[in-house]
């Protein structure tokens, strides 16, 4: 999709606060109110706007410690990939699954309160994934950049 000045700059601004009403984001794009909600709806129509979300503080929710866990898959064919993929949807503490290239097959960030509550998901749910080779986890100390907004150009 091709994106002008003004789309970068309204994605740009609702990115930042999602909760701006309308009338703001026109006056700050310098468009009028219905050109301002016909170019949010195209946007969200396209698809490049998936949604809303409000962004909730980790400590705050009582799982402030992020777990990098790499899957390793006894085997890759479409069915076995299928089922872990569909196990892992069910459990909530995994935020993020990205099928990987390189030396193991999968990475997660699973989000827990600490070392014993990682040990209940290893043990009640990890270990468990269908086709599960390798296991190997790492936790992350402190978190130095966690980006929100996508950079656009």
Do not use: W
């Amino acid at each position: 999709m091709s994106l002008d000045r003004i789309d970068r700059a309204l994605v740009q601004m609702l990115q930042t606060d999602g909760r701006m009403t309308n009338s703001e984001l026109a006056a700050k794009v310098s468009l009028s109110e219905s050109a301002c909600l016909r170019r949010v709806r195209a946007l969200e129509t396209s698809g490049l706007i998936e949604g809303y979300c409000a962004l909730v503080n980790q400590q705050k929710a009582g799982c402030g410690v992020n777990v990098f866990v790499s899957i390793t898959l006894e085997r890759q064919e479409r069915t076995e990939l299928a089922a872990f993929e569909d196990a892992v949807k069910k459990i909530p503490e995994i935020m993020e699954c990205y099928l990987m290239s390189g030396a193991y097959d999968y990475l997660l960030r699973v989000v827990v309160a600490d070392t014993s509550d990682f040990e209940r998901i290893h043990s009640k749910h990890l270990t468990g994934l269908p086709n599960v080779a390798r296991v190997h986890s790492s936790f992350a100390l402190r978190t130095v950049q966690k980006a929100q907004a996508l950079p656009l150009r």
